[in-house]
């Protein structure tokens, strides 16, 4: 076991292990990273995540923790600082906070792996359909919830902000294979505007230098 008192075991081109690694920017936390080759997993990744097998993993004085948008909560649980709370103190903002990024989980997620494993015709289509309503409905609930600041936190970035920054790597791939503009069709102004801020802020820029688009597009197009 590893003597360091941080560690991340995760895969260069997972928007759910860069959600980790914003998050521990963002706070300032040391860390000691472990890239996985999930057709050959480490066995320090499958001891910390027995149940799922599935990165990323969070190791902090050696007790793991799984899942990312939980493991991005017990960062700002961990580490907590009075000027960049990830999630709000009101209950209620809090709550709309963690509705939101699991709606990034659930349907854009969802939507993305479509265009990319759907044949071309009806099917991809309809993903890429259902992957432009999920980019208009947050466009909405930006307007909603930023009380008139950039981010989904407001005037710094928050939870849902760190939830689906890291999606934005991947776009590059969704517009390839789909075969569109995602902002073209897409007609969402504000979460555009957003994207172009999030993607310039130091700690987001930092951390998703790992997956450079056009990396994960010769991924997916290399057989």
């Known amino acids: ?17 860069m959600r980790v690694l914003v998050a521990l920017k963002l706070k ?7 890239e996985e080759d999930l057709q050959n997993k480490s066995k320090l990744l499958l001891e910390s995540n027995p149940i799922h097998k599935k990165i ?21 649980e961990a580490w907590p600082s009075s000027d960049k709370p ?13 509705f939101w990024a699991d709606y990034v989980d659930k349907k854009m997620y969802e939507a993305g792996s479509r265009i990319i494993k759907s044949p071309a015709g009806e099917e991809r289509e309809q993903a890429k359909k259902d992957f432009i309503e ?10 909603e919830v930023s009380d008139g600041g950039p981010y989904f936190g407001g005037q710094q970035i928050g939870f849902v902000d760190v939830a689906l920054a890291p999606f934005l790597c991947w776009f590059e791939a969704y517009e390839t294979l789909g075969e569109f503009k995602i902002w073209d069709e897409g007609k969402c102004p504000h979460l555009h505007k957003w994207a172009d801020t999030v993607l310039d802020h130091p700690s ?13 597009v010769e991924l997916l197009t290399r057989n």
């Open 1 to 17: 076991m590893p003597t360091h008192t941080v560690h991340l075991l995760n895969a260069w081109f997972s928007m759910f292990g």
């Open 86 to 98: 990830l999630l709000p103190i009101d209950p209620y903002k809090r709550a709309i906070a963690r």
């Open 134 to 143: 999920v980019l208009q409905t947050l466009d909405g609930a930006l307007r």
């Open 28 to 34: 300032g936390v040391e860390y000691e990273y472990h």
């Open 204 to 216: 987001v820029k930092e951390a998703i230098s790992i997956a450079p688009p056009p990396k994960i």
């Open 56 to 76: 990323p993993v969070l190791i902090h004085d050696g007790k793991s923790v799984c899942e990312s948008l939980i493991i991005v909560q017990y960062i700002d």
